[in-house]
């Protein structure tokens, strides 16, 4: 089975400022996918960014990028010039090759003013 | 619809009872996802349809755990003899089509919360 890790239960960062959340996961597999999801107190999911593990380059999506490390299993989640609105839970995830989606337990991120 | 809804948006019941959680996936969207979220807990997946069928079941929690889809549009996510460690956010999400063949974003409803007296 896959696990995934984030070992920032909370994290504040100050407006304008640049945060990076931390997520490492487990897999045998060697195709697969991994996502950040931001889930603001609507509880609606929000993909954020995804990253095919074949691919290494880092995926970029305008203010939000992460640093994939494959060898280390490692999927960090950068968020720079940071907003009041970027203030939610956020949550790592994998999907392997048979649809299984495997998240972590989450990072509580408040952006401060 | 524009998105995924869920319903009901928030489900008081007693222990021992049943429940159904309805989702209605996007129009279009062949994929459908029912995921549990506990507190302070990441999403369990649960179960995914591709079309109505399920081909893995095995996420689900227990044998009181039942999901069924119809027409390829909504589903229904059943828990019978309901425990109170069924209380949680029960999410569900579709997209257009399986992950696995190429890859489609999952977009996800506002969930149903689920508090088991």
């Known amino acids: 089975a896959q696990t995934v890790t984030q070992s920032q239960p909370e994290m504040s960062v100050q407006e304008a400022e640049t945060v990076t959340l931390s997520c490492t996961y487990d897999?045998?597999?060697?195709?697969?996918?991994l996502f950040w999801y931001k889930q603001p107190p609507s509880r609606q999911m929000i993909l954020v960014i995804r990253?095919?593990?074949?691919?290494?380059q880092n995926a970029t999506e305008n203010r939000f990028s992460v640093n994939f490390q494959k060898a280390a299993k490692s999927f960090s989640l950068k968020i720079s010039d940071s907003q009041l609105g970027d203030t939610a839970m956020y949550f790592c995830?994998?999907?392997?090759?048979?649809?299984?989606?495997?998240f972590g337990t989450g990072t509580s991120l408040t952006v401060i003013p | 619809g524009a998105g995924v809804s869920q319903s009901p948006s928030n489900k008081v019941t007693e222990k021992g009872k049943d429940v159904e959680l309805r989702c209605d996936p996007i129009?279009?969207?062949?994929?459908l996802y029912w995921y549990r979220q506990s507190l302070g807990q990441g999403l369990e997946f649960l179960i995914y349809?591709?079309?109505?069928?399920?081909?893995?079941k095995s996420g689900l929690p227990s044998d009181r755990f039942s999901a069924e889809r119809t027409g390829g549009s909504v589903s229904t996510l059943t828990i019978q003899r309901t425990q109170q460690e069924d209380s949680a956010v029960y999410l569900c999400?579709?997209?257009?089509?399986?992950?696995?063949?190429?890859?489609?974003?999952?977009?996800f409803g506002p969930g149903t919360r689920l508090t088991v007296l």
């Open positions: 897999t045998s597999e060697n195709n697969y996918y």
């Open positions: 990253q095919e593990a074949y691919k290494q």
């Open positions: 129009s279009g969207h062949t994929a």
């Open positions: 999400a579709s997209s257009l089509g399986t992950l696995a063949v190429s890859y489609n974003e999952q977009f």
């Open positions: 995830a994998s999907l392997n090759p048979s649809n299984q989606f495997y």
């Open positions: 349809f591709q079309g109505n069928s399920a081909p893995d």
